[in-house]
């Protein structure tokens, strides 16, 4: 009894050469690479691209349709194929066909589009991920792409235009910085880039942090007067430590060390050290005794609280933000150091130097922040 034949197996996602049952003038079935996942594991069926009487020529009609050079009927001029006599020619031609095809799938990744990578990685974040995303990140990560409209049709390699170019403010460049690095993670996981080019994209625009107006000496006075109330305690606390409010919801408050450990939004500005000023110390005690959280409401029901509040002591309308404009203001008034002061606000350095070299303890840092004076009559 003849021994079968054994043929070499095809590379994953090549395709398959099939040899069908029964007696047939054409036995082997060609089948293109399935794709359309029906189940986990399970793809649905795909139909043939032609049928012949031999597996060599099923291969050499496989790799010419993966080269783009199969038209129907290619596989008739196959006929008279003899593996005896032209088996050397016929592999030169294939191997031809493979490389083609093969350059075709080279080019493919190579000009992958922005926007096709972004939506395989929106789908891959969002969509197919069992954690969950707030509709706030969703929504960010949206205006961020929209944002590098400039991009979607080009391919995904040079970055650094989009942000030079970019009219937004800094808020929005992070925001397009922070998906690009995001968006390149993605791709590494799914080899779609050989590398990733958004390590060495900068934002070479200064800070503009949102605007806003710093309480004045006087409005400060008058809050000191009112340190009692629990809305202007906190908003005391945000004056004399300088993060964002919505850094306040998970803030670690270390009252043996005292110092604050928290911060939100930038690499520069996440899990930063801002020493707890004695000032404030007693309001951050008293704050922490009888709740888990510094900031115990959500950001808007406490900004609408605080606006409520200011009208009742006679202030103007400030928003949560300007605490963090006033603290920004008192450091600059005391003198203290400018590093530390970017360091404190979590700003990001321009300098290299400071960027890399520039590490301060919690120590050196207390010495600069208690620089900020608070009247003797309202010391707590």
């Not at 060599?56 to 993966?66: E, I, S, Y």
């Not at 038209?71 to 008279?80: D, H, I, Q, S, V």
């Not at 509709?135 to 792409?145: E, G, H, L, Q, W």
């Not at 998970?250 to 939004?265: C, H, P, S």
């Amino acid at each position: 009894m003849a021994r079968k034949k054994k043929y070499p197996k095809l590379p994953n996602g090549y395709g398959s050469i099939k040899k069908l049952s029964g007696k047939r003038r054409n036995p082997y079935g060609i089948y293109p690479p399935a794709t359309d996942l029906i189940a986990p594991g399970q793809y649905a069926p795909v139909k043939a691209i032609c049928y012949v009487d031999d597996y060599m020529k099923g291969f050499a009609v496989l790799t010419a349709w993966h080269a783009g050079t199969y038209y129907p009927g290619f596989e008739r001029t196959l006929n008279g194929f003899d593996q005896s006599r032209t088996l050397n020619s016929a592999m030169d031609n294939i191997l031809l066909d493979y490389l083609q095809s093969a350059r075709v799938e080279q080019n493919k990744e190579k000009t992958a589009t922005f926007a096709e990578v972004y939506e395989g990685f929106y789908r891959d974040k969002y969509e197919d991920s069992k954690k969950t995303y707030s509709k706030a990140s969703m929504n960010s990560t949206r205006a961020a792409f929209k944002n590098c409209a400039e991009l979607h049709d080009k391919p995904f390699a040079d970055l650094q235009n989009v942000i030079d170019n970019c009219p937004k403010k800094h808020s929005s460049l992070e925001l397009i910085l922070s998906l690009f690095h995001q968006m390149y993670a993605y791709s590494e996981k799914f080899e779609l880039c050989e590398k990733d080019y958004s390590v060495h994209v900068k934002i070479k625009k200064a800070e503009d942090d949102e605007h806003g107006i710093p309480f004045s000496e006087d409005e400060l006075a008058i809050l000191w007067q009112h340190k009692e109330d629990p809305v202007v305690e906190f908003l005391l606390i945000m004056c004399y430590s300088g993060y964002r409010i919505k850094a306040y919801e998970a803030i670690e408050v270390n009252l043996k060390e005292k110092y604050f450990r928290g911060g939100v939004k930038t690499d520069a500005g996440k899990d930063r050290i801002v020493p707890i000023h004695s000032g404030i110390y007693s309001l951050v005690k008293r704050r922490t005794k009888n709740q888990d959280v510094i900031l115990d409401v959500t950001p808007g029901t406490f900004r609408n609280r605080m606006y409520e509040t200011l009208e009742r002591i006679g202030i103007q309308r400030h928003t949560p933000h300007d605490a963090r404009h006033t603290f920004s203001m008192l450091c600059e008034k005391y003198q203290v150091n400018e590093n530390d002061r970017k360091r404190m606000l979590g700003h990001a350095f321009q300098d290299i130097t400071n960027k890399i070299y520039g590490h301060r303890t919690v120590e050196e840092l207390r010495r600069e922040i208690e620089k900020i004076e608070i009247p003797v009559k309202n010391s707590t």
